[in-house]
């Protein structure tokens, strides 16, 4: 049995959650299995598997070494498909990670599109607004919104997202609706941070081709997209948002634009991915894909 035999049945083992349904469906015997599982953790000199008698569960060092053998054999399987064409040329898995608003109003709603022209991937979306580790977490691509920190990642940009000011008619009959930058201090903002602990800038506008902050009072203070609409919905104060996401909204009537005249600048939107020789084609598809897709939302 070779290497990559193993692999695969240490991958089974740990999707299936057990050696015994691992035999039947690669339709080995349980010993087979299981001292394959055994000659591999040997080899490694840790322990890839929790066996009881009800489950067998990986340990954080087999969690890991799955990832890891997850994307060999899924290289290894687009390696051997490289010289075929058409929808089925692309095979394996793809993890991707972006904002959770990016995730369930841009991709998820054409993601079906992606996958019926490629059937053979599989696709794990991580949609969180905190900064992932690319290569420690083991993801293929990021997308990113905001300046970028990385520079050890590749950074392929697509663009700017464009912001507005909004606040809910509750929340402006409250306090009124401002007019100037002196309103302001009369108002209340919903601060956004990436990390809690982080300082909030304040409200940011662009003035003479640089960014102004001018700092607000608020009480509530967020760290995700979804709050930050939230809050603004149930009448906490002003929001700074992309305009893709505010803009369904201020149709429906349940939020209002203020301050059109001071528009914070728009952030870029970055790719990004570690420095590989060569990029699976799989990811590249993926990125390509999704630069196309997002394009009808961004500044060039």
Not at 28 to 48: C, I, P
Not at 261 to 267: F, G, I, N, S
Request: with cysteine; net charge neutral; charged share 20%.
């Amino acid at each position: 049995m070779d290497s990559l035999d193993t692999l695969r049945i240490f991958l089974r083992v740990a999707d299936l959650g057990g050696f015994a349904r691992a035999s039947a469906s690669l339709e080995l015997s349980k010993a087979a299995v299981s001292m394959a599982v055994q000659r591999l953790e040997a080899s490694l000199d840790t322990q890839l598997f929790h066996r009881t008698t009800r489950k067998v569960q990986l340990t954080p060092d087999g969690q890991v070494f799955y990832e890891r053998a997850r994307d060999l054999l899924d290289d290894m399987d687009e390696l051997h498909g490289m010289f075929r064409h058409g929808k089925h040329a692309l095979k394996g898995r793809l993890r991707v990670d972006m904002p959770a608003g990016v995730a369930q109003q841009m991709v998820l709603p054409r993601l079906p599109e992606f996958l019926a022209a490629h059937p053979d991937l599989s696709i794990e979306i991580s949609g969180t607004d905190r900064r992932v580790d690319l290569v420690r977490e083991g993801f293929d691509c990021v997308i990113r919104i905001g300046p970028l920190e990385d520079s050890s990642l590749v950074a392929r940009p697509l663009g700017t997202l464009p912001l507005l000011n909004c606040a809910s008619p509750d929340y402006l009959r409250a306090y009124g609706t401002p007019r100037t930058v002196a309103d302001l201090a009369s108002h209340r903002l919903i601060h956004f941070v990436g990390t809690f602990g982080q300082r909030s800038s304040g409200f940011e506008y662009v003035e003479d081709g640089s960014t102004v902050a001018v700092p607000m009072q608020g009480a509530v203070t967020v760290n995700n997209g979804h709050s930050y609409e939230a809050a603004a919905l149930a009448g906490l104060g002003i929001v700074q948002a992309p305009s893709h996401t505010m803009r369904p909204l201020i149709d429906a009537g349940v939020l209002v634009e203020i301050l059109p005249d001071l528009q914070p600048a728009a952030m870029p939107v970055t790719l990004l991915y570690a420095q590989r020789r060569n990029l699976p084609l799989r990811v590249r598809a993926f990125m390509d894909w999704v630069a196309t897709l997002l394009s009808p939302f961004l500044r060039s």
